[in-house]
């Protein structure tokens, strides 16, 4: 199964300009990374709908895309994020970023994004930089197409 190239934002740009770049790119998410190019967490268009909830959100859209998340995962009855990563953060464990190697096979892809209940999956190298991403689409498409 291959992958598509992916779309990075640092975590200190403007999330304004993240959920641009998902339009001009034509994805429902990418990559954060920190000052070393190290995968350090994701933002998507599910990440917009916390506007409905409150109207802080608006605010938060010309903030750094780390704070724009934080606000995010601090809203666990949202339903938005999920209800895995909220009991983590109420747990007081640190959060987590999912991730796979480029030669995981399609199984573990299969585990992880059913375990952690999530749609896409960045694929990083050996310093945890991300290469890739696969999503539930791309492994849907993997195992319908004739062999």
Avoid: C
């Avoid at 999920?82 to 299969?110: A, Q």
């Avoid at 689409?137 to 062999?147: F, I, N, R, S, W």
Wanted: charged share 25%; aromatic share 10%; glycine share 6%.
């Amino acid at each position: 199964m291959g992958f598509k190239s992916v779309v990075t934002v640092r975590d200190t740009d403007v999330t304004y300009k993240a959920f641009k770049l998902m339009i001009e790119k034509k994805v429902t998410g990418v990559a954060v990374v920190d000052a070393n190019g190290k995968l350090i967490g994701n933002i998507s268009v599910s990440d917009f709908k916390f506007a409905e909830f409150e109207h802080r959100f608006w605010d938060l859209l010309g903030s750094p895309v780390l704070k724009y998340l934080e606000q995010v995962t601090d809203k666990p009855e949202s339903n938005i994020r999920s209800h895995l990563f909220s009991w983590l953060k109420e747990s007081g464990k640190p959060p987590i970023v999912v991730s796979v190697k480029e030669n995981d096979t399609l199984g573990t892809v299969i585990k992880f994004l059913t375990f952690y209940n999530i749609h896409r999956l960045f694929i990083t190298d050996n310093n945890g930089k991300p290469i890739g991403v696969v999503s539930l689409y791309d492994v849907l498409k993997a195992v319908t197409e004739p062999v």
